[in-house]
């Protein structure tokens, strides 16, 4: 198999952490393929996005939510999507609030690098502060039912990609003091192999980004 990669997306992340609790890593090359080689993913994706896994058999599955469900069935271990039942429909609608969180992470920075800054709509910010704010903390309601110990499902594996995506580019975000019991979760996943394994950083040989124009905000009243 073959995964198309990123240093930085928290996209691709969630897939890498999947493939490390699940003992699927090493079937699996990694290539850094950046959004913007076109040529390299649009026979691949459409959407010309990553992540991308070419599954050794002809296919190439997208995007991440996918790419999970197929590597599920992957593994001999505890499955991490459940199959049916209400724990189900519990992990991938954890799965969907994580991704939101990142989805909605991802288009405020797009915004808030927007040049020349008087193009940044900040009705568009303040919504996306929302969707942040309102994400994490329902994520802080979600992780008191994540014991440690027990087998880490799909939902937390979401999560920590999500959790991760803050900490990497919204360092000065508040988040942990008003939710405390996912900041107690996300400091224990952050032990764990497959998140320190899967780091985000820099793309080698691109300038470093520069930081947000409209600094990210607590923008929920508690
Ligand atoms: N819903 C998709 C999102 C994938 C995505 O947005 N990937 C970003 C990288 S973080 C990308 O490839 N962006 C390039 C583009 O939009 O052109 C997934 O879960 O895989």
């Not at 198309?4 to 290539?31: A, N, Q, W």
Request: some cysteine.
């Amino acid at each position: 198999m073959r995964l198309h990669s990123s240093y930085t997306s928290p996209y691709v992340r969630k897939v890498k952490i999947f493939l490390y609790e699940t003992g699927l890593r090493d079937e699996v090359e990694e290539v850094y393929t950046h959004p913007a080689d076109e040529p390299a993913l649009r026979p691949l994706n459409p959407l010309g996005k990553i992540p991308v896994l070419e599954t050794g058999e002809g296919t190439a599955l997208y995007d991440s939510v996918v790419i999970c469900a197929w590597l599920d069935t992957r593994h001999c271990g505890v499955q991490r999507i459940p199959e049916a039942g209400p724990a189900r429909w519990r992990v991938l609608r954890g799965e969907a609030l994580a991704d939101g969180l990142t989805d909605a992470a991802n288009l405020r920075r797009n915004e808030a690098l927007r040049e020349p800054a008087s193009l940044i709509s900040r009705d568009f910010i303040a919504r996306q502060d929302l969707a942040i704010c309102h994400a994490l903390l329902a994520l802080d309601e979600a992780a008191v039912a994540w014991e440690a110990g027990a087998p880490v499902l799909h939902d937390q594996i979401s999560a920590a990609a999500a959790l991760g995506y803050i900490a990497f580019r919204y360092g000065d975000l508040p988040w942990r003091e008003h939710c405390p019991r996912l900041a107690d979760w996300f400091r224990r996943f952050s032990a764990r192999g497959s998140f320190g394994a899967t780091l985000p950083r820099e793309w080698p040989g691109r300038p470093a980004p520069p930081p947000q124009a409209v600094p990210p905000a607590w923008s929920v009243a508690l």
